[in-house]
């Protein structure tokens, strides 16, 4: 497959987003990934170590890397490139000074959202205390926000989206919640709108969230798919109008949507349902109308799900993972891989790879039957979630970054 590239050409894809292309599936189409592998192992091409503390996940274009890191402070922000065939670092960008950092809660980090990298630019997101758009092949800053502004209470989360001449970004604070669209050359507002969502409660805390958009077409409209605290929305992406809204309760909702069948499945974080498939064609309130199923059992708050033809493959929080009938929400197969799980999974040659907090990689074959491949292991955990380039995966853990590939 290719994607199309500045000027019309084609382009290889790229994992070039928060879990990569076709709205953050998670899914990739390589061949040959490395089902077993190690510290040490020569399936290992390089590994270099990233300071800081940041649970953004590495970003692809061409041949380079991209990544954000920070203090655990949160005082300097930066965005760092590294070539792909060597570890090597390319720029070192501070892209913000913070005189004054909000509160970060410990399990969170000042650089947890994921940047988005097209040719030739990388967008990168540091919630209220900046958005920038860099040059890549320069570093060069192009342009720069720094007065949309949250109280995200305990650290930033959600990721920027690019769609069209448009960048999207979720600010879902304790004191504010609102959805932004900027264009994606200059960093203007195109538009703002701020949630009409009734939360049922005037504590801040139960607002939050830290989700991350994705644009999908239904009947020639594209909708951008908005996760919140309570509810999500989806929005005409070039207006900003809202179209519909689904309440499932909750709040801290993390994963990314996905969408087939008609159908988008929304985790909802702390929510009663905590799991939802919604029809995408209503209008208004869709709460009483266009839930086909939901479910509350083993399903996470943190990892995105994967959508992968009729099947729904889910890891939680606590380390049981599922495979579900994505039409109907029936469980297939549900097993503990043990362990706890805030990077998403990724799907790739037949394989779909689970990444634990205490470095710890289940490797599973996709089917409605469980069926375990290989148990991997590296010297520290994941937050982050994987990328590709070609058939090399890209890992990030707490302090080192992998390139992982068939053995030379």
């Not at 949160?74 to 892209?95: N, W, Y």
């Not at 994963?255 to 929304?266: D, E, K, M, N, P």
């Amino acid at each position: 497959m290719v994607a199309v590239g500045r000027g019309g050409l084609a382009v290889e894809r790229q994992w070039n987003q928060f879990r990569g292309p076709d709205n953050g599936s998670g899914l990739w189409d390589a061949k040959g990934v490395p089902t077993r592998f190690g510290e040490g192992s020569p399936e290992i091409q390089w590994k270099v170590p990233i300071r800081g503390k940041a649970w953004s996940s590495p970003v692809v274009w061409g041949d380079r890397i991209w990544f954000t890191t920070a203090p655990e402070d949160g005082r300097e922000l930066f965005a760092i490139c590294l070539d792909a065939s060597t570890g090597k670092v390319v720029h070192d960008i501070k892209v913000f000074d913070v005189a004054d950092p909000q509160f970060c809660h410990p399990a969170n980090s000042y650089a947890s959202p994921t940047p988005y990298v097209e040719e030739g630019r990388v967008y990168v997101h540091f919630g209220r205390y900046g958005t920038a758009c860099l040059d890549t092949r320069t570093g060069r800053k192009i342009w720069e926000r720094r007065d949309l502004l949250c109280d995200h209470w305990r650290g930033p989360g959600s990721s920027p989206v690019v769609d069209g001449d448009l960048l999207f970004v979720n600010f879902d604070g304790y004191d504010r919640q609102f959805v932004v669209a900027l264009d994606k050359h200059t960093g203007r507002t195109v538009w703002l709108r701020d949630r009409n969502i009734d939360y049922g409660t005037d504590n801040g805390d139960r607002k939050k969230a830290y989700g991350t958009p994705s644009v999908i077409v239904v009947n020639g409209r594209k909708q951008l798919i908005s996760p919140a605290a309570v509810a999500t929305i989806a929005y005409d992406a070039l207006t900003g109008e809202e179209i519909w809204k689904v309440y499932h309760g909750g709040m801290n909702a993390c994963a990314r949507v996905v969408s087939g069948h008609g159908l988008v499945y929304i985790c909802a974080g702390d929510g009663d349902n905590k799991l939802v498939a919604v029809r995408s064609t209503g209008r208004g309130d869709v709460t009483r109308t266009h839930i086909v199923w939901s479910s509350g059992k083993s399903v996470p708050r943190r990892p995105s799900p994967l959508l992968i033809g009729d099947w729904l493959f889910l890891v939680s929080d606590e380390g049981v993972a599922s495979c579900r009938d994505a039409r109907t929400g029936e469980i297939l197969w549900i097993r503990r891989l043990g362990g706890r799980y805030w990077a998403s999974p990724v799907a790739v040659d037949g394989k779909i790879y689970f990444f634990s907090q205490d470095g710890k990689i289940p490797v599973v074959a996709i089917d409605d039957e469980f069926r375990l491949l290989a148990e991997n292991r590296l010297e520290h955990g994941f937050n982050a979630s994987t990328a590709f380039v070609g058939n090399r995966m890209i890992l990030r853990t707490y302090r080192h970054v992998y390139c992982v590939s068939a053995a030379r």
